[in-house]
């Protein structure tokens, strides 16, 4: 039994980790400098419908501004 109870701690820091990784990978494909949004399906957004300011514009309506 202490060799089951072993095993499964070891897998749950195991899937605990890859996700970790997963997680700071994932927020590390961010160029520095450049306004990304992230729509949720694993590609960056950076046109017009973007919710972030294009070109460091303070207005998010006017890229370039």
């Not at 400098?33 to 998010?60: C, H, I, K, R």
């Amino acid at each position: 039994m202490v060799i089951f109870t072993l095993l499964r701690v070891r897998l749950a820091g195991l899937l605990t980790g890859l996700l970790l990784l997963n997680t700071l990978t994932t927020f590390a494909q961010v160029p520095p400098g450049n306004a990304l949004a992230f729509d949720g399906t694993g590609e960056y957004v950076t046109g017009t419908n973007s919710l972030l300011p294009q070109n460091n514009s303070p207005v998010p309506w006017k890229p370039g501004y």
